[in-house]
């Protein structure tokens, strides 16, 4: 089971461009990165995910070096709506469900 | 619209009550997932299923029980055998294990 290593807070502008990166050392060859967003009293929700190099999607990109033992999600151009809990999960479910762990995920607070 | 739907939003429980968590989607998925989020933690697994009539022991079932006779339901009971049952209860279901999961926006559970 992989296990993922964030900062626990991290602190932001409006405007500013936000990095977050995790670590994965014991990556596995088929396992992939995956990152949530999660409001107070909501359940998490899909960001994005990548396995190698570089994704990005509307809201986020997803950087992943080529040893593939650390990633970074970046948001660009943070808002106060931003402010969330942000995790980082790695795994291929080949284990039905036991190789997703949400640990305690990285605080982001974005300040006006 | 598809998604995941969970009742009630909050939902109070005596001293020695069984308690039942409903969990509903819409989305077609074939697995889902039930977990718990303690103030400032992250999620711990407590079942998972990937298909109708069969389901597999989270990191913390214990004092928990689930059933899956339906593709679109996967309802948690809260047993007295759980001693500390205040929690925020989730709800995500997926394609198949592996892929991104859909959570629904929880049941908060105290006690009397």
């Known amino acids: 089971l992989a296990k993922t290593t964030q900062p626990i807070s991290m602190d932001s502008y409006e405007g500013q461009e936000v990095n977050i990166t995790c670590s994965h050392n014991?990556?596995?060859?088929?396992?992939?990165i995956t990152w949530y967003q999660q409001f107070p009293s909501q359940g998490p929700r899909f960001i994005i995910q990548?396995?190698?190099t570089k994704v990005t999607n509307e809201v986020a990109s997803l950087f992943i070096p080529a040893d593939r033992k650390s990633s970074t999600l970046s948001l660009p151009r943070v808002s106060l709506s931003d402010t969330a809990v942000y995790y980082c999960l790695v795994g291929d479910g080949g284990d039905y469900g036991q190789n997703f762990v949400f640990g305690p995920g990285t605080r982001l607070s974005v300040l006006p | 619209d598809g998604g995941i739907t969970q009742s009630p939003k909050y939902l109070f429980r005596k001293e020695g009550q069984n308690v039942t968590l409903s969990c509903e989607q819409n989305?077609?998925?074939?697995?889902m997932y039930w977990y718990r989020q303690d103030p400032g933690q992250g999620l711990r697994l407590i079942y998972y299923s990937q298909i109708v009539n069969d389901f597999q022991k989270g990191d913390i079932a214990e004092g928990y029980s689930v059933s899956r006779e339906k593709k679109e339901s996967f309802p948690l009971t809260v047993t007295s055998a759980q001693k500390n049952p205040t929690a925020f209860y989730l709800c995500a279901s997926s394609k198949r294990d592996g892929q991104p999961q859909h959570f629904g926006d929880g049941t908060r559970l105290s006690i009397l």
């Open positions: 989305l077609n998925h074939d697995a």
């Open positions: 014991n990556i596995a060859t088929n396992d992939y």
């Open positions: 990548g396995y190698k």
